[in-house]
């Protein structure tokens, strides 16, 4: 019999397919990033067993344990949430993929704790701020390339993407335009070869990803749908 974390893992994923095939979207291009912060590990297993293979934490004390429960190697780790400057070594050690880069210094401080562990590569992205709200974390539009340009000269951080917390609206068709300019930005850079491959778009949360998804997400964050309400 299937577990509520399995019926819930069922419809994402079911929902993930629908929203792809209304915008003409290969599913495979579309990743789903378990976000399991609050939860404790137990329910990390449960959802290991389910079949997923990224998980997403926002705080790194938190995502420590967790992971040293769990495994580090078992699964892909991402860290989502707002990194601290005097976290960012601990981060390197246990996250697979950072795409929370909100600064230029944030950048600077990675690259050099990098070669300092002897870290090969680390994939970050670079967090948006689309709202221009100043209390809003995220590089604001204009700064992105200027850090992206610095970032495609590092010899150990590689430019995976943008990355976007946009304010929430209970319609989720107003978070639309935010999703746009973030695909049209991330469009700009790939033109100007700062971004590796075509770069990934991470946006979509539990109430807004189909939305995200027909906008071209390469990566959506989805917790309370999967796990509950926290
Ligand atoms: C918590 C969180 C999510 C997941 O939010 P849900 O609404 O529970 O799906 C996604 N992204 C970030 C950055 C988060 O902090």
Request: net charge negative.
């Amino acid at each position: 019999m299937q577990n509520a974390l399995e019926a819930n893992l069922a419809d994402v994923r079911g929902r993930m397919l629908e929203a792809a095939r209304r915008a003409g979207r290969d599913p495979a291009d579309i990743s789903l990033i378990a976000v399991t912060k609050t939860h404790s590990a137990k329910i990390v297993e449960q959802a290991l067993m389910a079949g997923i293979t990224i998980f997403g934490e926002n705080k790194v004390q938190e995502a420590e344990d967790k992971i040293a429960e769990i495994g580090r190697d078992r699964a892909e780790w991402h860290l989502i949430g707002r990194l601290q400057s005097n976290k960012a070594r601990r981060a390197i050690q246990l996250f697979d993929v950072i795409h929370s880069v909100d600064s230029l210094d944030l950048a600077r401080r990675l690259e050099r704790i990098c070669k300092e562990e002897d870290r090969a590569r680390l994939r970050v992205l670079i967090e948006v701020d689309l709202a221009g709200e100043s209390a809003k974390t995220g590089i604001a539009e204009n700064d992105v390339h200027e850090v992206a340009g610095w970032l495609a000269t590092c010899e150990r951080l590689h430019l995976d993407g943008l990355m976007i917390v946009p304010p929430y609206f209970e319609d989720p068709e107003l978070v639309r335009p935010y999703f746009r300019r973030l695909r049209s930005l991330r469009d700009a850079l790939d033109e100007q070869g700062l971004i590796a491959g075509t770069g990934h778009l991470s946006m979509g949360m539990s109430h807004d990803f189909e939305v995200a998804i027909e906008e071209g997400a390469t990566m959506v964050r989805v917790g309370t749908a999967i796990f509950g309400a926290r």
